[in-house]
């Protein structure tokens, strides 16, 4: 009898792995019959529900008016992205169309796994998409020649949430896209809402790298130069040391940021900010989704421009959308992806990630401008937008986690002075990217 | 009074694992406001099943988890059916080959499985087994069997072999002792091997990621690992709420399966 019940069970469970079971490797990113449908695999990275919705409609709004290219929507995770791809890849069973960011096309282009678009987007999405936003996609194949490994379409900029009620009381200039806060004005306005136990900023610097790089362009600082040989050194001059010096001095010499927030990741001070703790959060753009969402009745604020320093130029990276090498459709999924990002799809999918298009006519949509929720504010600042200088350095992942962020966590935690961290940044940097350009 | 050390280390033994579930309960009960508030409360002012509906509603838990259950179960079951003889004939016959065999098996627990992920997913792909569950099964098995070897033929060993003597003495060939006298103290080392074999096909994340790629065929972790973000920013509320759903089928598995693990530990068959 038992064995009769083990064997109905096996036999149920077997039936139920055949329901479950899919397709199997064959029928994905093959040329379609005559008279079947193109398949196209699409995996996308979309996390946030308003962002997933916006996705997923599109997919099905493409699929209804194109039955001739059917494509299918695969939710990955920002977190895995690159081991799946990485196999994948190997293994010539890649999505046909790619949803990543750009600094992880540069070494699937090098590898030659992402189809070059340079000579295949059409002519209105490229005008559509200014320069520098195609700057960050532009990649060496791995012989020598530059080619376009992906579509740009959702940035990223660095904007100052303000807790209104704070902001009013300090009688500060209240700064606007046309006239933000020079960093001295900044600093000032920090320090005039330093009281009473509460502070005027937090910097949570958990993982200071990429903030830290990315607002140095406001004093031209690059942090790479690369010489007339190709060879790319570390460089920490005046102008790399402008904004580290300036969040040191809000920390420890005005004292008018708030240390704990110093260890934390970007979301982690939302409580305090909420609580009144401080009245600044230079953060992402994205992160005005959260406020929203988190934020308790009644709670008051303001998304603020950046500052400025001798400019307001902040460098960005671009979340991307690639064609693998390996599909059998290029065309399909060109068209595809000329489709979702078109303007009026791109300020969906922005609106959907709280991110900045790069789509100029996205920009201007009236979705993309409202007052509400500082989307003016947001979307002028990614005029400021250029290609981040850590972007084409190879050995910038190696140099980030092994010397700039602990170097960078100990100098803002005043371990150590600005010249030993910038004598650190260069010496073991140079030692990490040189076994990059051997 | 005496006992009332243990009883307060054994207390707070049972506090330290419950707590992670009933945060994650708390959690997934709270409103985004609530869970955003810098003195956070164990018990929601405001319970909503918001993050529940929000889970299900945006992915197919339900699916994922049949899928998951199906995988985990076929993968312990085929683990024990195949690991259950090599770990006897493992520890009962000493030879060459056994020894350099148990090398083998310790060796490979030693590879990062990240190196072989590629090699191996191109010998799935020549199988046809990419994107589909018993391809995932068969990796599954592949990998909990050297461990799950390992753990048995520990039970094997603690099995006098005093007793398939007695038994052959008594007149029962080589079968019968086996099946009658051995097996049923091998329960418990049995039980602990599918649970152990279960629970790691059950969590296993990264051969899932790589091998299934159509979405019709994903298992529970890839669909929660949908609801985080970049640099570990995450949808607290759905991931708690899909998290707790999670756990159960465990749960379940385990209250089903742990008598047979208490009994077959206290099933002596020798008494002194």
Redesign the interface.
Request: hydrophobic share 45%; charged share 20%.
């Given at each position: 009898m038992r064995i009769k019940s083990a064997f109905a069970v096996t036999a149920l469970?077997a039936l139920?792995?055949t329901a479950?079971?899919?397709?199997?490797?064959?029928d994905?990113g093959e040329a379609a019959k005559p008279g079947e449908p193109v398949k196209l695999?699409f995996l996308s990275l979309a996390?946030?529900?308003e962002s997933?919705a916006a996705n997923k409609e599109l997919v099905e709004e493409w699929n209804k008016a194109n039955p001739t290219i059917q494509v299918?929507?695969?939710?990955g995770?920002?977190?895995?992205v690159n081991?799946?791809l990485?196999?994948?890849f190997?293994?010539?069973?890649a999505?046909d169309v790619i949803h990543n960011d750009s600094p992880a096309l540069s070494g699937f282009a090098a590898d030659g796994y992402l189809l070059d678009l340079k000579d295949k987007i059409p002519a209105e999405l490229k005008s559509d998409i200014p320069q520098a936003a195609w700057d960050t996609t532009t990649f060496d194949d791995g012989k020598g020649n530059q080619g376009v490994y992906g579509v740009p379409f959702l940035q990223e900029s660095q904007v100052i949430i303000a807790n209104k009620k704070l902001l009013d009381e300090a009688k500060v200039r209240i700064p606007t896209a046309d006239s933000p806060w020079t960093w001295e004005e900044f600093s000032e306005a920090a320090k005039k809402m330093t009281k009473d136990g509460h502070f005027g900023v937090a910097w949570p610097m958990k993982?200071p790298v990429n903030k830290t790089l990315n607002l140095a362009l406001n004093f031209g600082g690059k942090f790479f130069e690369t010489a007339a040989d190709g060879k790319t050194t570390v460089k920490v001059g005046p102008e790399e040391r402008e904004v580290l010096q300036r969040i040191h001095d809000q920390l420890w010499k005005d004292k008018s940021a708030d240390p704990a927030a110093l260890g934390q990741?970007?979301?982690d001070p939302?409580?305090?900010f909420?609580?009144g703790?401080f009245a600044l959060l230079p953060v992402g753009v994205y992160l005005r989704q959260?406020v929203v969402?988190?934020?308790?009745?009644g709670f008051e604020w303001v998304t603020l421009p950046g500052p400025k320093g001798t400019t307001t130029e902040q460098g960005a990276v671009s979340q991307t959308l690639s064609v693998a090498q390996d599909s059998k459709n290029p065309d399909a999924a060109l068209k595809f992806i000329s489709f979702f990002l078109n303007g009026k799809n791109q300020a969906k999918l922005a609106k959907g990630d709280w991110l900045l298009p790069t789509s100029q006519a996205a920009a201007a949509d009236p979705s993309m401008t409202t007052k509400e929720n500082g989307w003016d504010v947001a979307t002028a600042s990614g005029k400021s937008l250029v290609v981040a200088p850590f972007l084409k350095v190879k050995g910038f992942d190696e140099w980030k986690s092994k010397v700039a962020t602990p170097v960078l966590q100990q100098y803002f935690a005043n371990k150590i002075s600005l010249d030993e961290a910038a004598n650190k940044l260069v010496t073991d940097g140079n030692s990490v990217l040189e076994r990059y350009q051997k | 009074m005496k006992r009332l050390p243990s009883y307060a280390a054994l207390l707070a033994y049972i506090v330290f694992l419950a707590f992670p579930l009933v945060w994650l309960l708390s959690t997934a009960l709270k409103t985004p406001q609530e869970m955003a508030q810098l003195d956070p409360t164990w018990i929601p002012r405001e319970p909503t099943l918001a993050n529940f509906s929000d889970a299900f509603g945006e992915q197919d838990l339900t699916g994922a988890a049949l899928r998951s259950l199906v995988v985990a179960i076929f993968s312990s079951f085929i683990t024990v059916l195949i690991s259950l003889p090599a770990a006897y004939a493992m520890a009962r016959y000493r030879s060459l080959v056994n020894r350099v065999a148990i090398g083998w098996v310790l060796v490979s627990q030693v590879f990062p499985f990240i190196l072989i992920i590629i090699p191996l997913f191109m010998v799935l792909r020549e199988l046809e087994l990419v994107n589909t569950l018993p391809g995932l099964v068969v990796v599954h098995v592949t990998f909990t069997l050297p461990f799950a070897l390992w753990m048995l033929q520990g039970y094997v060993r603690a099995v006098p072999p005093e007793l398939e003597e007695a038994a052959s003495v008594d007149g029962a060939g080589r079968l019968r002792a086996l099946v009658s006298v051995v097996a049923p103290l091998l329960a418990p080392g049995v039980v602990a091997t599918l649970l152990f074999s279960f629970i790691s096909s059950w969590n296993e994340f990264l051969f899932a990621l790589v091998i299934l790629q159509d979405p019709d065929v994903m298992t529970l972790p890839l669909t929660l690992v949908r609801f985080t973000g970049p640099e570990g920013v995450a949808r607290l509320g759905p991931l708690a709420a899909a998290s707790l759903m999670a756990t159960i089928p465990s749960l379940i598995f385990f209250a089903i399966i742990q008598r047979r693990l208490r009994s077959g530990l206290m099933a002596g068959a020798v008494k002194g």
């Amino acid at each position: 009898m038992r064995i009769k019940s083990a064997f109905a069970v096996t036999a149920l469970l077997a039936l139920a792995v055949t329901a479950c079971g899919g397709g199997g490797a064959g029928d994905k990113g093959e040329a379609a019959k005559p008279g079947e449908p193109v398949k196209l695999n699409f995996l996308s990275l979309a996390w946030q529900k308003e962002s997933l919705a916006a996705n997923k409609e599109l997919v099905e709004e493409w699929n209804k008016a194109n039955p001739t290219i059917q494509v299918t929507y695969v939710q990955g995770s920002w977190d895995n992205v690159n081991d799946q791809l990485v196999t994948q890849f190997a293994g010539g069973t890649a999505p046909d169309v790619i949803h990543n960011d750009s600094p992880a096309l540069s070494g699937f282009a090098a590898d030659g796994y992402l189809l070059d678009l340079k000579d295949k987007i059409p002519a209105e999405l490229k005008s559509d998409i200014p320069q520098a936003a195609w700057d960050t996609t532009t990649f060496d194949d791995g012989k020598g020649n530059q080619g376009v490994y992906g579509v740009p379409f959702l940035q990223e900029s660095q904007v100052i949430i303000a807790n209104k009620k704070l902001l009013d009381e300090a009688k500060v200039r209240i700064p606007t896209a046309d006239s933000p806060w020079t960093w001295e004005e900044f600093s000032e306005a920090a320090k005039k809402m330093t009281k009473d136990g509460h502070f005027g900023v937090a910097w949570p610097m958990k993982s200071p790298v990429n903030k830290t790089l990315n607002l140095a362009l406001n004093f031209g600082g690059k942090f790479f130069e690369t010489a007339a040989d190709g060879k790319t050194t570390v460089k920490v001059g005046p102008e790399e040391r402008e904004v580290l010096q300036r969040i040191h001095d809000q920390l420890w010499k005005d004292k008018s940021a708030d240390p704990a927030a110093l260890g934390q990741g970007t979301a982690d001070p939302l409580p305090a900010f909420y609580k009144g703790k401080f009245a600044l959060l230079p953060v992402g753009v994205y992160l005005r989704q959260q406020v929203v969402e988190q934020a308790p009745e009644g709670f008051e604020w303001v998304t603020l421009p950046g500052p400025k320093g001798t400019t307001t130029e902040q460098g960005a990276v671009s979340q991307t959308l690639s064609v693998a090498q390996d599909s059998k459709n290029p065309d399909a999924a060109l068209k595809f992806i000329s489709f979702f990002l078109n303007g009026k799809n791109q300020a969906k999918l922005a609106k959907g990630d709280w991110l900045l298009p790069t789509s100029q006519a996205a920009a201007a949509d009236p979705s993309m401008t409202t007052k509400e929720n500082g989307w003016d504010v947001a979307t002028a600042s990614g005029k400021s937008l250029v290609v981040a200088p850590f972007l084409k350095v190879k050995g910038f992942d190696e140099w980030k986690s092994k010397v700039a962020t602990p170097v960078l966590q100990q100098y803002f935690a005043n371990k150590i002075s600005l010249d030993e961290a910038a004598n650190k940044l260069v010496t073991d940097g140079n030692s990490v990217l040189e076994r990059y350009q051997k | 009074m005496k006992r009332l050390p243990s009883y307060a280390a054994l207390l707070a033994y049972i506090v330290f694992l419950a707590f992670p579930l009933v945060w994650l309960l708390s959690t997934a009960l709270k409103t985004p406001q609530e869970m955003a508030q810098l003195d956070p409360t164990w018990i929601p002012r405001e319970p909503t099943l918001a993050n529940f509906s929000d889970a299900f509603g945006e992915q197919d838990l339900t699916g994922a988890a049949l899928r998951s259950l199906v995988v985990a179960i076929f993968s312990s079951f085929i683990t024990v059916l195949i690991s259950l003889p090599a770990a006897y004939a493992m520890a009962r016959y000493r030879s060459l080959v056994n020894r350099v065999a148990i090398g083998w098996v310790l060796v490979s627990q030693v590879f990062p499985f990240i190196l072989i992920i590629i090699p191996l997913f191109m010998v799935l792909r020549e199988l046809e087994l990419v994107n589909t569950l018993p391809g995932l099964v068969v990796v599954h098995v592949t990998f909990t069997l050297p461990f799950a070897l390992w753990m048995l033929q520990g039970y094997v060993r603690a099995v006098p072999p005093e007793l398939e003597e007695a038994a052959s003495v008594d007149g029962a060939g080589r079968l019968r002792a086996l099946v009658s006298v051995v097996a049923p103290l091998l329960a418990p080392g049995v039980v602990a091997t599918l649970l152990f074999s279960f629970i790691s096909s059950w969590n296993e994340f990264l051969f899932a990621l790589v091998i299934l790629q159509d979405p019709d065929v994903m298992t529970l972790p890839l669909t929660l690992v949908r609801f985080t973000g970049p640099e570990g920013v995450a949808r607290l509320g759905p991931l708690a709420a899909a998290s707790l759903m999670a756990t159960i089928p465990s749960l379940i598995f385990f209250a089903i399966i742990q008598r047979r693990l208490r009994s077959g530990l206290m099933a002596g068959a020798v008494k002194g």
